[in-house]
């Protein structure tokens, strides 16, 4: 199983990003994808995540309505559109894979099986 992310870079505060992670050798319409960041320093923390069909989606308080998630299932990958962004935005950006189970949250990085390897976004100011 394999996640690759990808789509960070640097941009100024206000910019956008889209963020994209691809997956291989995963049944991927029968995993909850996740986002996660982390900043230096600190520890990985829940940014949103999305249903197996893409209904329905979940956000930290701090992203709800600049983050979008979305996922194209006949193309094996989950997007993660970043507008709006702001320098407390900057960190390594990593999408996650789970497969569903009675009591999960989706918010803790426990619940996730496979990681991909994470893309950096900087936001300057």
């Known amino acids: 199983v394999q996640l690759q992310a990808s789509g960070g870079g640097l941009v100024q505060a206000g910019g956008s990003l889209r963020l994209s992670c691809a997956a291989s050798r995963l049944a991927f319409s029968s995993y909850v994808m996740g986002w996660f960041r982390q900043a230096p320093g600190k520890e990985r923390e829940f940014v949103t995540r999305?249903?197996?069909?893409?209904?329905?989606?979940y956000y930290a308080d701090s992203v709800k309505g600049r983050f979008t998630i979305s996922r194209d299932n006949a193309q094996n990958t989950a997007y993660l559109q970043v507008n709006s962004l702001k320098p407390d935005d900057t960190a390594v950006y990593y999408c996650a894979a789970s497969s569903p189970r009675t009591g999960r949250s989706y918010m803790n990085p426990v619940d996730y099986e496979y990681w991909g390897q994470g893309t950096q976004v900087t936001v300057s100011s």
């Open positions: 999305i249903s197996r069909g893409g209904v329905y989606t």
